[in-house]
């Protein structure tokens, strides 16, 4: 795709960036060429700019390894080893990597991110398909998602965690704000966030859920340790835990939200070490056995 000044025009650039389009590209200029020579030139943002008005396209770049200030590539991007760059990876379309990938800004994809090691980014993550993590993630601001996120060890997010499809972490999930799941949300480990939790699905942890504000799940709720929320807590099905189970002061304890009154014995059953204070809804069952 070649792009001309008056092309570029009809987008309405910021001053400052057309002028030195102008001065750098007179004679119009390559699309992926002119993304390079803007980054080239440390003018990163005003490649993401171009890239989100111009779009993805189907081109893939290959390569060993790639370091530097940044990378913003149309297509999709696939490197063998490591990326480590100081400010922002993004591409159009996938991003693939087969060791690990550290950014000092922001990790952006119009498609799937995939990382065979270690992702961290010093600022966020957005994802425009899956996110997957062969070892683990940490990112100090937000992780966006628009379908599944699939990590093998543990998760932690300084910020938001927004996800459209379901959650697998294979260790501990901590967030320090809130987390909202379009599916369900599975972790091996505990599950910590500084804000509210919600599931469309269910939530499943290995260890103990701790929840800054409410708690709440389409279906069941289940952990392997307490689940503890400073607001209320909310499953559409069954409610359970090896420990205790309690909600903030003054907030209730909700099961069965999604199951007829009839049915909550065998689909809303609440199972804890003790019972809950303020449980309001489903059915006591004792503590769990398996």
Same mark, same amino acid.
């Given at each position: 795709m070649d792009l001309t000044r008056h092309f570029i025009k009809t987008k309405q650039p910021c001053?400052?960036?057309f002028r030195w389009f102008l001065r750098h590209c007179h004679g119009g200029s390559n699309y992926q060429d002119l993304l390079d020579a803007l980054?080239? %030139? !440390?003018?990163?943002? !005003? %490649?993401? /700019?171009?890239?989100?008005?111009? $779009?993805?396209?189907s081109e893939t770049l290959t390569l060993d390894h790639v370091s530097g200030n940044a990378i913003v590539f149309a297509g999709s991007l696939r490197v063998r080893g490591n990326i480590d760059v100081d400010s922002i990876v993004r591409a159009g379309q996938r +991003?693939?990597?087969?060791?690990? +990938?550290? %950014?000092?800004e922001a990790v952006v994809s119009g498609d799937d991110i995939c990382c065979e090691g270690h992702l961290r980014?010093?600022? &966020?993550? &957005?994802? $425009?398909?899956?996110?997957?993590? $062969? /070892? $683990? +993630?940490?990112?100090?601001g937000n992780i966006t998602v628009q379908a599944d996120l699939q990590v093998a060890r543990d998760v932690h997010c300084s910020g938001d965690l927004n996800l459209?499809?379901?959650? /697998?972490?294979?260790? !501990?999930?901590?967030v320090g704000g809130a987390i909202e799941c379009g599916r369900s949300l599975v972790t091996g480990g505990s599950l910590v966030a500084g804000q509210s939790v919600h599931a469309s699905a269910g939530i499943s942890a290995g260890g103990e859920i701790e929840c800054g504000m409410h708690l709440d799940a389409g279906w069941g709720i289940k952990a392997g340790g307490a689940i503890q929320a400073r607001g209320s807590i909310r499953s559409g099905e069954s409610l359970s835990s090896f420990d205790t189970i309690r909600a903030g002061d003054g907030y209730g304890i909700f099961a069965g939200l999604h199951v007829q009154t009839q049915s909550w014995e065998s689909s809303a059953q609440v199972c804890a070490s003790e019972k809950p204070e303020g449980l309001m809804s489903g059915w006591w069952a004792g503590a769990r056995d398996v």
């Open positions: 001053a400052d960036g980054v080239e %030139a !440390d003018r990163v943002n !005003d %490649a993401c /700019w171009l890239l989100t008005q111009f $779009g993805p396209t +991003i693939h990597a087969g060791g690990s +990938i550290q %950014a000092g980014s010093n600022g &966020t993550v &957005t994802s $425009g398909g899956r996110l997957k993590a $062969g /070892w $683990g +993630i940490e990112v100090d459209k499809g379901q959650a /697998w972490v294979g260790g !501990d999930l901590v």
